[in-house]
């Protein structure tokens, strides 16, 4: 079969961020992508940046360059158009190619706030798409849903999350990404380490079913480190809460909970206490209880650097077993950045080239998409309109 032809936004030499480079290109270069996929295009905020980008890069020569979504939209030899842009800038590049009728994947937040998301997709299911929220299909996630299925803690009574977004610093912030100290752009900790964290969790056990929130910006004004990672005397205020407090009824439709149960998570942007992890996630049954363990809140990108421990404790033998867990043979050859992206790339080409079948899939197949994104972002809308509403009381 032909393959998918693909065409990247936001693959840069001078990018601030470079996820385009580190978790996407790993994989289409790589042998196994290019069973299925093709890169043909590069779209940059001109001509000139994408090929400056795509000999920067050494890809080939055939590789088009272009400096405009509608006319990289009006190629009619791209199939996949994959956004790696700013997050207010997602819908602006990519709404002309998912109007042309091309398939997308988009890096999560998929727009800067609920209404613009809504406005993209129409409210309706976008089957030809792929929302960047990982975690869903990592290794962690995948794991404790086999646990979970298997019955060996019994029904899920509770469970708790407490996660620290320590890539960042308490209190300065880098200059490459002094933006998440702007609401209004949508792109900050709470809206990307919190929200990929909450989303894997409620795939793991259900969505909310009724939440309340309590989110504190603790520290409003932050110095800038340079390029170099040097503190600077430069401060910005922020207007993005950085410690949050939420807890719910977890709806039934995931895995076998009880009546009432309830989730519980905590959020601080920043390092955690020094020697202990930066992240610990309990899944308490009736038989028994699940407890992960890793250096931050990243398990959909950057902790796998570190060890990160799966423990269960059998109530009825009180003992406590390590429960191993592993990435497939191909994903090990890749970057750890590169490696769960890589599963969505996969679950996808194998969709495109089974026929395309509309609606849900079987769960081991399945991906999350643009409509999924949709339905997390409702989530953030009530989020901070329950913040709002307590700074305005």
Known sequence: MAPIRVALIGLSASAKVNWAEQAHLPYLQSPRGRLHYELVALLNSSVAAAEAARAHFKLPPTIKAYGSPDDLAADQD???VVCNTRVDTHILTSAPSLR???????????AENHEAALALTGGQRVDHSVIGLQGRVSPIALKLKELLGSGRIGRVLSSDVRAFGNLGQRDTVAESVSY?????????HITIAYAHTVDYVHDVLGEFDGFQSRMQLQRPVLKIRD?????????????????????GKLARGKADIADNATLSFTFRSGQQFKDTPGFIWTINGEKGEIMVTAN???????????????????HATDEVVRIEWDWQDWQKELPYRSRIVAELYERFAHWWEDGKPAGDLADE?????????????????ELFRQYDAQNAA
């Open 365 to 381: 197949r399945e991906w999350p998409r643009l409509h999924d994104a949709v339905v997390r972002m409702e989530e953030f809308k």
């Open 296 to 314: 931050g809140a990243y398990l959909h990108s950057d902790s796998y650097k570190d060890p990160i421990d799966i423990k269960l404790h059998d």
């Open 100 to 110: 042309a009728g091309k398939a997308v994947f988009i890096e999560w937040p998929l």
């Open 78 to 80: 791209i199939d996949l």
């Open 180 to 188: 998440f100290t702007k609401r209004s752009i949508g792109g900050n």
């Open 227 to 247: 390029q170099n990672n040097v503190v600077t005397d430069t401060e910005i205020r922020s207007d993005v809460p950085d410690f949050l407090a939420v807890h």
